[in-house]
């Protein structure tokens, strides 16, 4: 059984930046494809961003190309998200989560096996 917790959320002005942790314990995730999504007030869960074992592909959102970059750190048994240029849009809880194995998608919910409790992260404008 693999346990989540996020952390690094918070608030920020727009235009700012946050970088977010996600660390794994209970079994090593090296072997998992690990993703992020965001779930906003009254809106449904969304996809943002995911990685393949060993780094070896990364998928983002169109809403967050070029503004967030996902990345992992197998000795540290963790995933990040660095979060560049956030919008008011940005504003959701955060969460990460992992899939232990190959999926040929990296995009839905059901791709993925574990999940953490979430972090909040706040855009003013």
């Known amino acids: 059984q693999v346990q989540l917790e996020e952390s690094g959320g918070g608030l920020v002005q727009a235009g700012g930046s946050l970088r977010l942790s996600c660390a794994a314990s209970?079994?090593?995730?090296?072997?998992?494809?690990m993703g992020w999504f965001r779930q906003a007030p009254g809106k449904e869960r969304e996809f943002v961003a995911a990685?393949?074992?060993?780094?070896?592909?990364?998928y983002y959102a169109d809403s967050v190309k070029g503004r967030f970059t996902i990345s992992r750190d197998d000795a540290k048994n963790s995933v990040y998200l660095q979060m560049n240029s956030l919008k008011p849009e940005d504003t959701a809880v955060y969460y990460c989560?992992?899939?232990?194995?190959?999926?040929?998608?990296?995009?839905?919910?059901?791709?993925?096996?574990?999940w953490g409790q979430g972090t909040q992260v706040t855009v003013s404008s």
């Open positions: 989560a992992g899939r232990n194995g190959y999926s040929d998608s990296v995009y839905r919910q059901t791709d993925y096996d574990y």
């Open positions: 990685i393949r074992q060993s780094g070896s592909r990364t």
């Open positions: 209970g079994r090593t995730v090296s072997t998992y494809a």
